[in-house]
């Protein structure tokens, strides 16, 4: 059987091509009653309008492009994947994911996109685009959202979780436990751009000063660039030989994010130290990790936050302004195994 065509549809539907084109693209000034008489019709006839003729006739790509560092399978950039997918998908779009790993990455791509246009909006996930990146993507015209950045500059909707927030609720909570000595293992890889984690040590400080602890009952992981060439499990064995080796030492540590935290754990047990009797660790993320090894973590939702950010973007692509264009979602501690009041040696 002959495949239906856009003519057959317009016949059947009993309105014209051009109708028929802007009912299926989901354009506002069609009558809900003729909308539905050529939905009806193209189910009918099992007619789909072609993505690329509905592009060339709008102007529209009918895609997202997402922007995430680091490996598309890593849980945050996964999860952010996850609810982008469930807002665009159904409203037509395509969510076209790219992962950037250094400024030069970011560069190439900024520089390319006036050429192709081979998108309708950019969603940046966790790091930052400075001024020159922004001024090019403005020159565009093309919706900018952030899920967790830094700094929500040059951005026209955002949502992002408080960082700085959520660490200072895992300072607090270790406080509460009677911890007067604190540690900080954070990202040990000079990162090449701006992260939304590299706040989480500054939220550390802040909350520390604020509770009055001293400068010598705290102890922060040292920056070093040897570190890039190590795996995780040796990051974690180094990071845990400086801890340990710290003149004062810790019973309560926060650890920037859950990957981390559970090597960190693994590595504190290898070496003997009981968790929580001996040293409390809280990590960051609450992703999969955080529940297997019933680890306390700050609780954050990616999936949620992708689909906040996407339905925010989706307003802007069909001409409406978001109630609220930046959102901040609070965290929260789930508590488990691994933190507890100190306890007399």
Request: charged share 20%; proline share 6%; hydrophobic share 40%.
């Amino acid at each position: 059987m002959a495949r239906s065509t856009i003519q057959d549809v317009a016949k059947l539907a009993g309105v014209s091509e051009a109708t028929v084109s802007r009912a299926l693209r989901g354009l506002n000034n069609v009558a809900p009653a003729t909308r539905h008489k050529v939905e009806e019709a193209a189910a009918e006839l099992r007619f789909t309008l072609s993505k690329s003729a509905s592009s060339l006739a709008s102007g529209k790509t009918r895609r997202i492009l997402l922007l995430v560092s680091g490996g598309l399978n890593d849980w945050f950039n996964s999860s952010v994947l996850q609810g982008a997918y469930e807002v665009f998908s159904p409203a037509g779009y395509d969510v076209t994911p790219s992962f950037i790993t250094s400024r030069d990455e970011l560069s190439r791509l900024i520089k390319a996109l006036p050429s192709n246009r081979n998108a309708d909006a950019i969603i940046v996930a966790s790091f930052t685009l400075d001024q020159a990146f922004r001024d090019a993507l403005a020159a565009m015209d093309m919706p900018l959202a952030g899920i967790n950045n830094p700094n929500i500059t040059g951005l026209d909707v955002s949502v992002r979780i408080d960082d700085l927030d959520g660490m200072r609720q895992a300072v607090q909570l270790l406080h509460s436990l009677g911890h007067r000595s604190l540690a900080y293992i954070g990202n040990l890889i000079p990162p090449d751009l701006d992260y939304s984690a590299d706040l989480r040590g500054e939220g550390f400080l802040n909350a520390a000063h604020e509770l009055g602890y001293a400068e010598d009952t705290l102890y922060l992981s040292p920056s070093d660039t040897a570190y890039q060439t190590l795996s995780p499990v040796e990051t974690a064995r180094r990071a845990v030989a400086s801890l340990l080796a710290a003149p004062q030492h810790p019973t309560g540590v926060c650890v920037q994010n859950d990957e981390l935290a559970a090597h960190i754990l693994k590595e504190l047990r290898r070496q003997h130290i009981r968790i929580p009797e001996q040293m409390s660790v809280i990590g960051f993320d609450d992703n999969p990790y955080a529940d297997i090894l019933d680890m306390t973590s700050i609780h954050q939702d990616p999936i949620q936050l992708a689909r906040e950010a996407s339905q925010r973007v989706l307003a802007i692509l069909t001409g409406e302004q978001p109630d609220e264009p930046h959102l901040v979602v609070p965290t929260a501690p789930t508590l488990r195994g691994t933190t507890g009041v100190v306890r007399p040696m």
